[in-house]
């Protein structure tokens, strides 16, 4: 199983990045997908969650009307549109997936890609 994100980089106060996670060697349907962040020396934060088909989101405070998750099934792929991005924005980024079945539990971390919110 992979997670690979990407997307990353350095931009201004204001401006706008879109992160993108491409799974393989899962069935990625079947898995919720979160993105998550880690600035340095802070604990990793849940940013956004999607459930298995899109319908439902949720997020943090924190990015709750600038971030919007979103997914392609198709393409197994998940994104995080990132606008009106503040430095304390500035983070590692990660994905997650993750599933519940009969009890048991898996999930799947990417190596993250580095967000960097600067003038």
């Known amino acids: 199983v992979q997670l690979v994100e990407s997307g990353g980089g350095l931009v201004q106060p204001g401006g706008s990045l879109r992160l993108s996670c491409k799974a393989s060697g899962l069935t990625f349907s079947t898995y919720v997908m979160t993105w998550n962040r880690q600035a340095p020396g802070k604990e990793r934060e849940l940013v956004a969650s999607i459930t298995t088909g899109g319908r439902d989101t949720n997020y943090a405070d924190s990015v709750k009307g600038r971030f919007t998750i979103s997914r392609d099934n198709s393409k197994n792929t998940v994104y995080l549109q990132m606008n009106a991005l503040k430095p304390e924005d500035t983070a590692v980024y990660f994905c997650?997936?993750?599933?519940?079945?009969?009890?048991?539990?898996?999930?799947?971390w990417g190596q993250g890609t580095q967000v960097t919110i600067s003038s």
């Open positions: 997650h997936a993750y599933r519940t079945s009969w009890g048991s539990w898996d999930d799947y």
